[in-house]
């Protein structure tokens, strides 16, 4: 019996693409028009049909290429490549990598996107809450 995990599985690649992103499977369910519920139950697929993989990549903000492509040593990779290749020495002298931006502020600026966008799904929430408790009082 093999305990190794299948690396085509794209429920877990949804997954740990939701937690890079620090996003919580509510809020995730919400940008989708969905529950908490039918996150987990995507998450634990091993298969997805094209379009909820498209109604998911959406919601994330990313490709269907990018999920289906996706590997914890492709992400590792890429960031030691950026830090290992920051500067190349050839000559004696020290040439900067052409990277224009530092890959963990643009994450962080994602990040800080998402926390907004949930922030106001919650707040619209409260206020359909609110609305609708007006509404009860009024009959």
């Known amino acids: 019996?093999?305990?190794?995990?299948?690396?085509?599985?794209?429920?877990?690649?949804?997954?740990?693409?939701?937690?890079?992103k620090d996003m919580k499977q509510e809020a995730l369910a919400q940008a989708m028009g969905t529950?908490?519920?039918a996150v987990s139950?995507?998450?634990?697929?091993?298969?997805?049909?094209?379009?909820?993989?498209?109604?998911?990549?959406?919601?994330?903000?990313?490709?269907?290429?990018?999920?289906k492509n996706f590997s914890d040593e492709g992400v590792i990779n890429y960031f030691n490549n950026i830090y290992d290749n920051d500067f190349s020495h050839s000559n004696g002298a020290i040439h900067s990598n052409n990277c224009s931006f530092n890959p963990?502020?643009?994450?962080?600026?994602?990040?800080?996107?998402?926390?907004?966008?949930?922030?106001?799904?919650?707040?619209a929430e409260k206020d359909k809450v609110e609305y609708l408790e007006k509404l009860l009082k009024a009959k």
Do not use: C, F
């Not at 019996?1 to 890079?20: A, Q, Y």
């Not at 502020?105 to 707040?123: A, G, H, S, T, W």
């Open 1 to 20: 019996m093999s305990t190794l995990t299948k690396p085509n599985h794209i429920g877990r690649k949804i997954s740990r693409i939701r937690e890079l």
């Open 104 to 123: 963990l502020d643009k994450m962080m600026e994602i990040v800080d996107e998402n926390r907004k966008l949930y922030e106001r799904l919650v707040q």
């Open 35 to 37: 529950n908490q519920q």
């Open 41 to 67: 139950i995507i998450e634990n697929s091993e298969t997805i049909d094209d379009e909820k993989l498209a109604e998911v990549a959406k919601a994330l903000g990313v490709s269907v290429e990018a999920i």
